[in-house]
RNA sequence: GGAGAAGAUCAGAUGAUCGCGGGCGGAUUUUUAUCCGCCGGAGGAAAGUCCGAGCUCCACAGGGCAGGAUGGUCGCUAACGGCGACUGGGGGCAACCCUAAGGAAAGUGCCACAGAAAAUAUACCGCCCCGCAUUUGCGAGGUAAGGGUGAAAUGGCGAGGUAAGAGCUCACCGCUUUUCCGGCGACGGAAAAGGCAUGGUAAACCCCAUCCGGAGCAAGACCAAAUAGGAGAACGUUUAAGGGCGGCCCGCCUGAUGUUCUCGGGUAGCGUCGCUUGAGGCGGCAGGCAACUGCCGUCCCAGAUGAAUGAUCAUCGUUGCGCCGAGGGUAACCGAAGCGCAAAACAGAACUCGGCUUACGAUCUUCUCUCGCG
RNA sequence: GGUCCCAUCGUCUAGCGGUUAGGACGCUGGCCUCUCACGCCGGUAACCGGGGUUCGAAUCCCCGUGGGACUA
């Protein structure tokens, strides 16, 4: 079993999932990104992302999407276990590297654990 | 060297590590799922959704009105508002570019302000003549050359002519009509006659010619079990509105309701199909000025659905700047190799094609003008 | 993904080929009042951008830009 790799079965899939987590979801946000954080039944950590038309073009959106699905791969341990996290981007988002990317989400995340 | 014009090509490459989605083959207990191997995985605009088609459903896609689109000619094409060649007009010194480019003597409307007058014409300042007065002035008439207004003023310019003038007459140019020649045609050229008639605006209504039925893959088709709505057939009752059908009319299809019998499927469900082999790409030959077409060979080249094609690193390559500087040159200057730093645009398939438009980084080829030197 | 609509002062709007681009709210100067409010007089400030048609464009046509609606 592949370590690192980012499956289906970890993947928020179907509307009505969403829908539970934005309203049930507990939301914790920083400069360009808001986290919602919910449990789930199923015992395993899912990641969903939501990006608006408000965000920027396709390319950048789809750019935002590949970074933060490559920082859940590669840092699946920040993430608390059987629950489901939603990422989404807020306005006016810069063009980021990974590297920038990455120091943002693990700030997010640290903080939240020191809870 | 500078300023331009036209066209073509590419869209950094290779490798390593960790990943994503698809197809084929195999394995784990069958599907789901997981693992292994192999194969391939964004664009010239994938964009805007501005046109045209295929495909699917709505009757078989029908008739009329309304509405919309197009508008030089000839061709190309499945089709087009696209493309090619040519013609007319406009711009540029030029290479070359732009062009909604039918009809204003079918009709209607509009042309502000200014101006006498904005389209049946007409006369402000003028000019000329006659009568009265006789120093300017007043009245009647002729005229449209000149002035003034305007975006636009009733052919232009010259000569004759005249009281002054006027296509009133004449030459040239323009215009209209007719004839001839060239061209498939748009149109071009020539001659003769007319004697100026016909201001502009159709991206104002409109007329003429040609074309268009409507919706869109969220179209549409299918699926295990369970329950009601529902569907079909027969019979009875009611005879008349409603629905399919995009605006209206016609036309076509379907009646409505009750009872009995028979049938079975609506659904946001990590569903299935539609879903990628196509007016396809590449190469060659032939036809054509070209757009394009025909024949032969060869290849299979993304199919996701909260939506894949990514991240990091290394090396090489490209471009720019700086340092150094082999070498060339009388000089200004041009500069190979090397080192360092920086940059690499616009942008992400969503049923599929053909165009158009818009955004944008380079490189190359051909051509034009100009400056300097020889 | 698809189908449509809109854009005028800071805000809400009128305008349908010739306007000094009008009005209301706002902001602001003055008058009134012992002062404030009300009222009266005045000022401020706009046609989303670029082409074209026309003598003339906010208006007509084309291409962009930015917003919004509907559709499972």
Redesign the pocket.
């Known amino acids: 079993?592949?370590?690192?790799?980012?499956?289906?079965?970890e993947?928020?899939?179907?509307?009505?999932?969403?829908?539970i987590i934005y309203e049930q979801g507990v939301r914790r946000s920083s400069r360009f990104f808001t986290v919602i954080l919910c449990g789930n039944s199923m015992g395993v950590r899912r990641l969903?992302?939501?990006?608006t038309k408000?965000t920027g073009?396709?390319?950048?959106?789809?750019?935002l999407?590949?970074?933060i699905?490559?920082f859940f791969?590669?840092n699946k341990d920040l993430f608390p276990a059987g629950h489901d996290v939603?990422v989404?981007t807020r306005k006016n988002i810069p063009p980021l590297?990974?590297?920038e990317a990455a120091r943002e989400l693990t700030e997010l995340f640290s903080r939240k654990t020191g809870r």
């Open positions: 079993m592949k370590a690192q790799a980012f499956r289906r079965a993947k928020v899939t179907n509307k009505s999932s969403y829908r969903g992302i939501t990006v408000k073009k396709a390319v950048f959106r789809n750019r999407k590949r970074l699905r490559e791969r590669r939603v989404m590297t990974y590297s």
